[in-house]
């Protein structure tokens, strides 16, 4: 498939989730650190080295250096919509999201106090943390195995999953399930539940790149990536059972580590396989397209 209507797509998305609120900085008094210039940076150095390429005629490379552009750019765009939209002077609801994981009789916290009586809270936050690896593989590996439109589809499920994710937090947000005091959050979860304080105060902002604060909740952002990280290995058959297992376990290390409610986890689970369906027929409808202009 050319490459030129799914880059058209993701374009698009970035002027727009990005370009909006980049633009509506100085009104959300929003500022943003050093760390802003590094996926710039990271960028032009994979422009250059794509070129660099293209030159020296190694095109089996070039599709990998493409997917992993529009990651990098894909990862770090819809950064600055999450601190406008945070901004919306909309009453945080926790307890309704506490109250809906009540009804179906679920309790991150008594997670949470398992994991920690079995001492498993540290195994758990290294594998939440290993969302960016499994993400980064997602976008380099398949390319490079001559099966390009794996990454494809991921970067188009994402965008597809960001529009409403953004959406309904713009209307429904909240902090996270250790606000109801039932456990001791981390550092990490201190400074987002201060960040977002910050932003409903009114008081200026500061959007680092490269320790951005979780602020989505509701569906969870990481249950998202996570889950479609995992589909888009469902393609790559020897791959397939080891990154499900690892994409299963940073979902349920979500509810581990106390970092969402359940409802924001199988909503954001359950958006993940609709848009991760959703990419795979659009990017049959372009390829189909791409065809018939080019016969």
């Known amino acids: 498939m050319s490459a ?3 880059d058209v797509v993701l374009a698009l998305f970035v002027a727009v989730v990005a370009g ?20 710039v940076l990271a960028v032009s150095a994979l422009a250059a080295v794509s070129a660099w390429a293209r030159f020296r ?3 089996s490379i070039t599709p990998a250096l493409r997917t992993v552009t529009w990651g990098i750019v ?6 600055p919509a999450t601190y406008a939209l945070a901004r919306r002077d909309v009453p945080l609801s926790d307890a309704r999201l506490a109250a809906w994981d009540h009804t179906v009789g679920f309790d991150t916290a008594s997670v949470v106090a398992l994991v920690r009586s079995l001492h498993l809270g540290t195994l758990a936050s290294i594998i939440y943390d290993l969302l960016v690896p499994l993400l980064a593989a997602a976008v ?11 990454s494809e589809r991921l970067l188009l499920a994402v965008v597809l999953a960001a529009v409403p994710a953004l959406a309904v937090f713009a209307l429904l947000q909240g902090v996270g399930p250790w606000v109801h005091g039932a456990f001791e959050p981390s550092a990490e979860q201190r400074s987002c539940e201060a960040t977002i304080a910050l932003a ?17 909740a509701f569906p969870s952002w990481h249950a998202i990536l996570g889950c479609l990280a995992g589909l888009a290995f469902a393609d790559v058959p020897r791959l397939r059972v080891p990154t499900a297992l690892l994409a299963a376990g940073i979902v349920a290390s979500t509810l581990a580590t106390g970092w969402h409610y359940g409802v924001d986890v199988v909503a954001g689970v359950a958006l993940a396989v ?6 795979g027929r659009i990017l049959d409808r372009l390829a189909r397209r791409t065809r018939s202009i080019t016969a």
């Not at 105060?201 to 989505?216: E, H, I, Q, W």
């Open 4 to 6: 030129r209507p799914l």
């Open 20 to 39: 909006i609120p980049l633009a509506l900085a100085r009104r959300v008094d929003l500022s943003f650190d050093a760390s802003a210039m590094r996926p």
């Open 57 to 59: 005629g190694m095109t």
């Open 74 to 79: 894909l990862s770090n765009a819809y950064l």
């Open 140 to 150: 380099i590996v398949p390319p490079l195995l001559g099966r390009v439109r794996v």
């Open 200 to 216: 409903k105060r009114g008081a200026p902002l500061v959007v680092s790149f490269a320790d951005p604060a979780a602020l989505v």
């Open 274 to 279: 609709a848009c991760h369906c959703a990419a």
